[in-house]
T-cell receptor, first 109, second 113 residues
Framework: GQNIDQPTEMTATEGAIVQINCTYQ??????LFWYQQHAGEAPTFLSY??LDGLEEKGRFSSFLSRSKGYSYLLLKELQMKDSASYLC??????????WGAGTKLIIKP | IAGITQAPTSQILAAGRRMTLRCTQD?????MYWYRQDLGLGLRLIHY???????GKGEVPDGYSVSRANTDDFPLTLASAVPSQTSVYFC????????????FGEGSRLTVL
């Protein structure tokens, strides 16, 4: 079966750095996405990786290792507004997105 | 404002009733999707449409139907609602099935009693 694993919840301090991991086992691979979802709102796109390596976008970076079935989202200089759930999703060989359950990130002052 | 509009935002429904959730996009995207989101689970695909006039079944299609008469509209119908269909429903679209990110509507919270 297809599976995406990410931690259920993480806590970090304002101004710090946090890394959210995602491991996957899917039928084929056509890219990995990270989305941010604030409570009661719709998911919004953060990043996309299809090749191995690090993609940096401002305070957020995303890393992919296809051989290890592994990705992480790195958030720097954490702000209170970063408190949200972070969803990892993999596009499989049929170009369907397989979603993880999300990691709830709690930022403390 | 360009994007995806869902209606209703919230609805309480008696079991056995028929319900249609509406979704309209103005981005001229080819692909559209319906997901449900339940606590502790990832987004699960109900139905999708790669282009106007075509639809396909996702991971959890039972009890739901869709139509795609034109590019902009993608309604989701529950023919006879059951309590297990209580969920938050998200409509999404993308330019293509193999390109780019998904854009989501604000969601429809459905409670079936």
């Amino acid at each position: 079966g297809q599976n995406i694993d990410q931690p259920t919840e993480m806590t970090a301090t304002e101004g710090a750095i946090v890394q959210i991991n995602c491991t996957y086992q899917t039928s084929g691979f056509n890219g990995l996405f990270w989305y941010q979802q604030h409570a009661g709102e719709a998911p919004t796109f953060l990043s996309y990786n299809v090749l191995d390596g690090l993609e940096e976008k401002g305070r957020f970076s995303s890393f992919l290792s296809r051989s290890k079935g592994y990705s992480y989202l790195l958030l720097k200089e954490l702000q209170m507004k970063d408190s949200a759930s972070y969803l990892c999703a993999v596009r499989d060989s049929n170009y369907q997105l397989i979603w993880g359950a999300g990691t709830k990130l709690i930022i403390k002052p | 404002i360009a994007g995806i509009t869902q209606a209703p935002t919230s609805q309480i429904l008696a079991a056995g009733r028929r319900m249609t959730l509406r979704c309209t996009q103005d981005m001229r995207h080819n692909a559209m999707y319906w997901y449900r989101q339940d606590l502790g689970l990832g987004l699960r695909l109900i139905h999708y449409s790669n282009t106007a006039g075509t639809t396909g079944k996702g991971e959890v299609p039972d009890g739901y139907s869709v139509s795609r008469a034109n590019t902009d509209d993608f309604p989701l119908t529950l023919a006879s609602a059951v309590p297990s269909q209580t969920s938050v429903y998200f409509c999404a679209s993308s330019a293509g099935t193999d390109t780019g990110e998904l854009f989501f509507g604000e969601g429809s919270r459905l409670t079936v009693l």
